[in-house]
């Protein structure tokens, strides 16, 4: 009888050991995602919820939404051109044509000075002032459309080097005075297929919400928003593909 009990228990024991080295821990057998989502009510995105393993292993870094007083301007394409007595040389006068809509043209302040971009793409290129003149003589081999109004600038600097014909930026300052804009980097934008913008906003640790923005403009690394994220909110500058491609399953 002593025999059978102790055969017993060492069975017991044995297969008490197996089941513990069969069963796998709990921890290893759940699959921790890096990002999950999770549905907005009344909204077509997702708020994307990250690890903080995942959140260092693409390196997320965000950027305060600023505000800033901004002065409205207006860029357009203008041309070089001569009065038809003289060429464009060491101190001979040099014009810009502009061509505009009605309403472009109205917006346009011509009491304040406008500035000239040459087209060379240099980070370095030198800009001219000028202001808006009227000037009799003028090269005009353009056919007058009634739907555009010409525009003349006269180059302030003596010492510019452009040539007649040169295509350049022209920067009005526009009208409407000052107005206030959102400010973020240009690191922050997302663009669509269709020419959506967005931002991803952080409302809270390791929470990601595309939030679609109106740009103004774009000036250097710094983008001007006339609807975005609040003021003093935080924006996404670094990870932001890797954020849309984990909420929508596009590579940008």
């Known amino acids: 009888m002593k025999t059978l009990f102790l055969r017993f228990v060492i069975f017991a024991a ?6 513990v080295g069969c069963s796998p821990k709990a921890t290893a057998s759940e699959k921790v995602l890096p990002a999950t989502l999770e549905e907005i009510e009344g909204s077509e995105f997702k708020r994307v919820v990250l690890t903080e393993k995942a959140a260092g292993r693409i390196s997320i870094q965000t950027a305060m939404v600023d505000e800033a007083t901004v002065d409205r301007k207006l860029r357009v ?30 917006e346009v302040d011509r009491a304040k000075q406008a500035f000239i971009i040459p087209l060379t793409g240099a980070a370095d290129a030198k800009s001219y002032s000028a202001k808006s ?33 040169e295509r350049v930026f022209v920067d009005f300052s526009l009208a409407s005075g000052q107005v206030q804009r959102m ?65 929508t399953g596009v590579s940008k």
Not at 87 to 100: C, W
Not at 209 to 236: A, M, N
């Open 14 to 19: 044995l297969t008490s050991v197996a089941l």
């Open 77 to 106: 394409a203008g041309e070089v051109i001569s009065p038809m007595s003289t060429g464009t040389g060491a101190n001979a006068p040099a014009y810009i044509r502009v061509r505009l809509t009605a309403g472009g043209a109205q």
């Open 133 to 165: 003149v009227l000037v009799e003589g003028l090269v005009d081999d353009i056919e007058d459309e009634d739907d555009l109004d010409d525009l003349y600038l006269e180059i302030e600097d003596d010492d510019y080097d452009l040539t007649v014909g």
């Open 183 to 247: 400010v973020i980097p240009y690191s922050a934008v997302i663009y669509g297929v269709n020419g959506e913008t967005w931002v991803y906003i952080n409302p809270e640790p390791l929470v990601y919400v595309r939030q679609p923005i109106v740009i103004d403009y774009i000036d250097g690394d710094q983008v001007y928003l006339v609807e975005g994220p609040e003021t003093g909110s935080t924006v996404v500058t670094m990870g932001v593909a890797e954020l849309f491609g984990a909420e």
